[in-house]
């Protein structure tokens, strides 16, 4: 076998290791919708999912601040799992709104046609739930976790 097949197999086989990685990694993980028009759309389950993810990145930020004192290796520990915990609730919440509302529910309006202004406040609040679960991610400041809920609250609106 030349150069070309050893490369295109070592290329196949990395390809297939990071396939198997990801769906050990995301085993039994609903994902927010697929990328197929299918129409098939729940907003509301969509939108009690986000505020489910915001009240466990509150939790999270809760049980972070009270283990914060302790210097034992089970509150090592403890707060290590909980700081994962609110970063994974954070990314669903932005792989939720980047991959499926943003994706399925906001249609582009053109800039002066009907509806432009209506389709740049839909953009503004969905982009505002995703800069919202960001900082909750950077930080453990309960404030953070209220604004994402806040944020949430204002992007169902549209829904």
Same mark, same amino acid.
């Given at each position: 076998?030349?150069?070309?097949?050893?490369?295109?197999?070592?290329?196949?086989?990395s390809t297939l290791l990071?396939?198997?990685?990801?769906?050990?990694?995301?085993?039994?993980?609903?994902?927010?919708?697929?990328?197929?028009?299918?129409?098939?759309?729940?907003?509301?389950?969509?939108?009690?999912?986000?505020?489910?993810?915001?009240?466990?990145?509150?939790?999270?930020?809760?049980?972070?601040?009270?283990?914060?004192?302790?210097?034992?290796?089970?509150?090592?520990?403890?707060?290590?799992?909980?700081?994962?915990?609110?970063?994974?609730?954070?990314?669903?919440?932005?792989?939720?709104?980047?991959?499926?509302?943003?994706?399925?529910k906001v249609k582009p309006?053109?800039?002066?046609?009907?509806?432009?202004?209506?389709?740049? !406040?839909?953009?503004?609040?969905?982009?505002?739930?995703?800069?919202?679960?960001? !900082?909750?991610?950077?930080?453990?400041?309960?404030?953070?976790?209220a604004a994402l809920d !806040?944020?949430?609250? !204002?992007?169902?609106?549209?829904?």
């Open positions: 076998m030349n150069r070309y097949g050893m490369i295109s197999l070592s290329m196949i086989g990071v396939a198997a990685g990801f769906l050990a990694i995301h085993q039994g993980k609903a994902e927010a919708h697929c990328q197929v028009p299918c129409g098939i759309y729940d907003d509301a389950a969509r939108i009690k999912h986000l505020k489910e993810d915001a009240a466990t990145v509150a939790k999270a930020i809760a049980s972070i601040t009270e283990l914060a004192g302790k210097q034992d290796a089970q509150a090592f520990n403890q707060a290590a799992r909980w700081v994962a915990t609110k970063e994974a609730h954070a990314s669903d919440i932005i792989s939720t709104v980047s991959e499926y509302f943003l994706t399925q309006v053109a800039p002066g046609a009907d509806g432009y202004d209506a389709y740049l !406040k839909k953009l503004a609040d969905h982009h505002a739930v995703m800069v919202a679960a960001m !900082k909750a991610k950077q930080s453990a400041d309960p404030a953070t976790a !806040k944020a949430i609250d !204002k992007l169902a609106t549209h829904y």
